[in-house]
Nanobody, 123 residues
Framework: VQLQASGGGLVQYGGSLRLSCTAS????????MGWFRQASGKEREFVAL????????YYADSVKGRFTISRESAKNTAYLQMNSLNSEDTAVYYC?????????????????WGQGTQVTVSS
């Protein structure tokens, strides 16, 4: 099982980035996908999730209206489009896969994790 996150980098305040997470080794279409982030010195926190069929999405209040999660089953890939970035978005971003159908916002609800990709927003 592998989740490969990519797309992070350095971006200016107010800019945009799109993260990708490509899955292998499990049946991607049966898993909900989530994004979490961890800023330096802080706990890892939930950012967004999308259901196994893409019909349902859910966001943390801090990113609602700015971030969009999506998935493309034909490519076994989930995405996180991030707009209007600010310094509080600076963190390592992790993608994860959950077999649960509900609102999986806790780390323990996810079976598989990617390695993380760094996002740094400069002011």
């Amino acid at each position: 099982v592998q989740l490969q996150a990519s797309g992070g980098g350095l971006v200016q305040y107010g800019g945009s980035l799109r993260l990708s997470c490509t899955a292998s080794g499990f049946t991607f279409s049966r898993y909900g996908m989530g994004w979490f982030r961890q800023a330096s010195g802080k706990e890892r926190e939930f950012v967004a999730l999308i259901s196994w069929n893409g019909a349902t999405t859910y966001y943390a209040d801090s990113v609602k209206g700015r971030f969009t999660i999506s998935r493309e089953s034909a490519k076994n890939t989930a995405y996180l489009q991030m707009n209007s970035l600010n310094s509080e978005d600076t963190a390592v971003y992790y993608c994860a896969a959950t077999p649960l159908g509900g609102w999986a916002t806790k780390r323990y609800e996810y079976d598989f994790w990617g390695q993380g990709t760094q996002v740094t927003v400069s002011s």
